[in-house]
């Protein structure tokens, strides 16, 4: 049991308790957004992305459509795909394996298996992380979910901000370096400046385009200056 118990595992674990467990705010946010219990469930079981999950209730919640809650998330969830071509090439799975790894991409399945050294150890922090995650999130989904459907009106308890909480929750960890804090606060402005002038839900969207040009037109630049 010591054996299997490696430094990977260990942290997949950790990492498992700590993540999963949040899941109960989403899914109290969700019911309190207007979805079901089991539309809930199924959006956090199919959806799998914590930010994105955010960002839908929150669009929904804000009164929304459905089209432009689908289109907020899908921008939060791109950063998936790049996950995906990293781990790819870094732990080299078996074809077979490749849409499970791609359902279980998510930031911190991938910070696991990147901090690693080696390549079996990649491999168990990735899938101890990721199916860890998967198992305790959607679990603590549906315990928020039936909590949430229980206390009633959300206002009454203040989960009609709480979405804005959990959003800021999930930023601040990655707010490490110069970059990343100019990028959100260059996505605050813009939101702010666009709420009062565009549905609900095109705000995200706008500052998604606008910080992604930000950070292409840095990471441009620094590959000039390097050259």
């Keep these: 049991m010591r054996e299997r118990l490696t430094p990977a595992v260990r942290m997949g674990l950790s990492i498992s308790a700590a993540v999963g467990v949040y899941g109960v705010s989403f899914g109290a946010l969700s019911v309190a957004a207007g979805l079901s219990v089991w539309q809930t469930v199924a959006l956090s079981a199919l959806m799998f992305t914590g930010g994105s999950q955010f960002a839908f209730i929150g669009v929904i919640g804000g009164g929304g459509t459905g089209a432009a809650a689908w289109a907020a998330a899908t921008l939060l969830g791109i950063r998936n795909g790049v996950y995906g071509m ?26 696991t298996a990147v901090a690693q050294d080696e390549h079996d150890e990649r491999v168990r922090g990735f899938w101890t992380t990721g199916i860890g995650v998967w198992l305790l999130w959607n679990t603590f989904t549906l315990v928020g979910a039936l909590a949430g459907n229980a206390i009633g009106d959300p206002k009454l308890w203040g989960l009609d901000g709480a979405a804005v909480a959990a959003f800021l929750g999930l930023l601040w960890p990655r707010l490490t370096g110069r970059d990343p804090i100019a990028v959100a606060v260059a996505g605050a402005v813009v939101t702010i400046v666009a709420v009062p002038l565009v549905p609900p839900g095109i705000p995200v969207m706008v500052a998604a385009a606008v910080t992604a040009g930000i950070w292409a037109w840095r990471h441009h630049r620094r590959r000039g200056v390097t050259a």
Excluded: C, G
Aim: aromatic share 0%; no cysteine.
């Design 86 to 111: 990293q781990l790819k090439a870094l732990i080299r799975p078996p074809a077979r394996l490749i849409p499970e790894m791609a359902q279980l991409t998510i930031d911190e399945s991938t910070a």
